[in-house]
T-cell receptor
Framework: GQSLEQPSEVTAVEGAIVQINCTYQ??????LSWYQQHDGGAPTFLSY????GLEETGRFSSFLSRSDSYGYLLLQELQMKDSASYFC??????????FGKGTRLHILP | SQTIHQWPATLVQPVGSPLSLECTVE??????LYWYRQAAGRGLQLLFY??????ISSEVPQNLSASRPQDRQFILSSKKLLLSDSGFYLC?????????FGSGTRLTVV
């Protein structure tokens, strides 16, 4: 089967750093993606990790450890506009993407 | 560039009525297409995906069906809506790592 676990909510302060963790259990795993979704909007693609290690894109970084079936999204220099839901998503060999239930990020001024 | 169009943006339908949501993609050929549903405050549930014309895979048994009459067109349908069909329906296209989502249809069944 396939399941992804991530925290339902995380709160952080503007300007700080926050890490959103994701664990997965699946067969046919290819890689881990991250998406951002603002209230009322559609998800937008942030990053993808197929290999172990850290991928950096501006203020956002994503990490994957295949041996631990674990990944995280790191957001630095938090801004109020980063308040959103963040989904980890597993890419598998069938070219399907299975999403976690999402982490609601609250940012305090 | 590739774009994805989805309509309508919002829809209020009575229980027992039919449903047809349309999604079209521009700027790409033979895309993989997907329908997801998101209940309020919840994650995205994969409903259907298609790798080509007339090829539909269903992920969960439900009151819905999908069709792909043309390469860049993906349709989600129901003959009789249930209250539990309410949600945010999203069409997406992509291969591999990153999907591009349409703007979604917020369906309320009353």
């Amino acid at each position: 089967g396939q399941s992804l676990e991530q925290p339902s909510e995380v709160t952080a302060v503007e300007g700080a750093i926050v890490q959103i963790n994701c664990t997965y259990q699946t067969s046919g795993f290819y890689g881990l993606s991250w998406y951002q979704q603002h209230d009322g909007g559609a998800p937008t693609f942030l990053s993808y990790n197929a290999l172990d290690g850290l991928e950096e894109t501006g203020r956002f970084s994503s990490f994957l450890s295949r041996s631990d079936s674990y990944g995280y999204l790191l957001l630095q220099e938090l801004q109020m506009k980063d308040s959103a839901s963040y989904f980890c998503a597993e890419v598998n060999r069938d070219d399907k993407i299975i999403f976690g239930k999402g982490t609601r990020l609250h940012i305090l001024p | 560039s590739q774009t994805i169009h989805q309509w309508p943006a919002t829809l209020v339908q009575p229980v027992g009525s039919p449903l047809s949501l349309e999604c079209t993609v521009e700027g790409t050929s033979n895309p993989n297409l997907y329908w997801y549903r998101q209940a309020a405050g919840r994650g995205l549930q994969l409903l259907f995906y298609s790798v080509g014309i007339g090829q539909i895979s269903s992920e969960v048994p439900q009151n819905l069906s999908a069709s792909r009459p043309q390469d860049r067109q993906f349709i989600l349908s129901s003959k009789k809506l249930l209250l539990s069909d309410s949600g945010f329906y999203l069409c997406a296209w992509g291969v591999g790592a990153g999907y591009t989502f349409g703007s979604g249809t917020r369906l309320t069944v009353v």
